[in-house]
């Protein structure tokens, strides 16, 4: 599935116990893939300029569209989705988000934030809009509306070799990184508890603001494990240069969303209308091939169902 928050301090506790933590640190924009070394950018791959569509632009809202700006609310340490590298902000995310701006005849601007605090800030107005690999799930819908544009699986990793023969059902007693507020904590969570009733030892989770660091973790041997997206585990494996492998296979799939205010007339129906202009025209791929993610869709949706 996909994705929740991130701190730059580490948070070490039993997996139980983390229901009761609250966010906190800064976004850590420095070295965005949090391993030390050399990113493989795709930063000066071009993109095409998509064509408005008169349209969908008719359908934003006119308290949206006043300032000829769509502002976004990210949380800009999630490679490759979104991300920070000679700093600007780059990746899947942003791509996409500037040409749905460009179908809609609108500047889209980003602006960093900690994940966790993005949908509240949308509903009290901070933001227009909000893209930062939000997975959709119930939960969320009774909050917002989302678009869904992409579909994303939990993926495991472990440093190059797997030198603990880890697999993602004999975690108990290791210690697993995680970024925090994440649909993988809840994951970790589950999983501890089945470690506690079969007589083995809770799962230890680091918990992190910013994903990058939860890379960082894993790389430096702080931690034996990491969760995280399988986009992110993908890149973070490729920007490592073979210093982190998969451990077992991508599971719990399910779509991001792109998520817009509720109550806002048919300003989904704009989002989704755009969207599903650049997956019919060819630059959606582009942009998927651009940062070499798997988990294209064909179709653009407003309020899906979530997966069971």
Known sequence: MARSTRPKLLAVVPVLALATLSACGTVNDQNPTGNGAGSPSQAASAIPTATKDEKLA?????????????????????PPNEFVENGQVVGMDVDLGKAIGQKLGLDVTFENAQFDGIIPALQA?????????????????????????????????VLKGNPDKL????????????????????????????????????????????????????????VQAMLADSPVVDY??????????????????????????????????????AIQALIDDGTYKKILDKWGVQGGVAKAEVNPAPAS
Do not use: H, W
């Open 125 to 157: 107005g901070r933001y227009e809009l909000a893209m930062s690999s939000f997975t959709i799930n119930a939960d969320r819908l009774k909050e917002v509306d989302m678009v869904s544009y992409f579909n994303a699986g939990t993926s495991g990793a």
């Open 167 to 222: 697999t993602l059902d004999t975690l108990c007693g290791k210690n697993v990184a995680v970024q925090k507020g994440t649909v993988q904590v809840e994951d970790l969570a589950g999983r501890s508890d089945k470690c506690k009733a079969a007589g083995q030892p809770e799962i230890t989770v680091q918990q992190f603001q910013n994903q990058t660091d939860a890379n960082l973790a894993l790389n430096s041997k702080r």
């Open 236 to 273: 973070a494996i490729k920007s490592t240069n073979g210093q982190l492998e998969q451990v077992g296979q991508v599971y719990d799939t399910a779509p991001y969303g792109l998520i817009v205010p509720k109550g806002k007339g048919d300003y989904a129906k704009a989002i989704q209308g």
């Open 58 to 78: 008719a359908l934003v809202p006119a308290d949206v569209k006043a300032d000829g700006k769509i502002l976004v609310g990210q949380d800009q340490s999630y």
